[in-house]
């Protein structure tokens, strides 16, 4: 069983260019969350969704950045115009479906490390 | 989500038991205590959750305070490649989905 892929792991990007953070999750996870960590820093979290929807954004910055979680393939997180303070680690976690009411566990891909020059 | 103190770093002796202790007096009824690991340039791993009773697995052991205002992560015996930031977390059961993620325990393995 293949666990949460990300790509690509490295990804450097010039000052006004635009990123995307791709995630696969886990066969048959149907919830994906993404999380960033800055430098010698803790884990935020940024947005939660499932297939096709948003259903929590709360860590999101209001500009620049949107993330999506389509029907068919990987959820896709976006960053317009990044700055250099977008530089982090992006880590992207699965579930599987009725963890609400079961307190599943998160599984984590390794990361993409964004770069901005 | 409620808040968890756990001490910045903690050393062990490789093959010695560790206790990483974790307190959190403001937790809720329906929160389960959670606990990550995060190795260098890795993600998070899961290590174990609880919500009342004790739980062991494969990892780890948790052990919950009755009054479930601390736990203790028990590593049985360490490896080097234990080494990581050690991650409490509570997670209410009632609402939202994501885990809130605090500093963590870093944990030094010595050979």
């Known amino acids: 069983n293949a666990g949460v892929m990300q790509n690509p792991r490295h990804l450097v990007r010039r000052r006004g260019q635009e990123a995307r953070l791709r995630c696969s999750p886990m066969?048959?996870?149907?919830?994906v969350y993404w999380y960033r960590q800055l430098p010698e820093e803790g884990l935020k979290f940024m947005v939660y969704l499932q297939k096709e929807n948003i259903i929590d954004e709360s860590g999101m910055p209001k500009e620049r950045f949107s993330a999506e979680f389509p029907k068919e393939g990987p959820s896709i997180l976006r960053i317009q115009q990044v700055v250099r303070g977008d530089s982090a680690a992006y880590f992207c976690?699965?579930?599987?479906?009725?963890?609400?009411?079961?307190?599943?566990?998160?599984?984590f891909g390794s990361g993409t490390q964004l770069s901005v020059l | 989500d409620a808040k968890t103190t756990q001490p910045n770093s903690m050393e062990s002796n490789e093959e010695e038991p560790v206790h990483l202790p974790c307190n959190h007096s403001t937790i809720s009824g329906t929160d389960y205590i959670h606990w990550y690991r995060q190795l260098p340039s890795q993600g998070p791993e899961y290590v174990i959750h609880?919500?009342?009773s004790n739980v062991n697995n494969r990892m780890a052991s948790l052990a919950i305070a009755e009054d479930r205002k601390s736990s203790t992560l028990i590593l049985h015996r360490a490896t080097l490649r234990d080494a990581a930031v050690y991650y409490c977390?509570?997670?209410?059961?009632?609402?939202?989905?994501?885990?809130?993620f605090g500093p963590g325990t870093r944990l030094s393995v010595l050979p």
């Open positions: 977390i509570l997670r209410d059961n009632n609402y939202g989905q994501n885990l809130v």
């Open positions: 976690a699965s579930s599987p479906p009725n963890s609400a009411t079961t307190n599943e566990k998160l599984f």
């Open positions: 066969k048959g996870h149907s919830h």
């Open positions: 609880g919500l009342t």
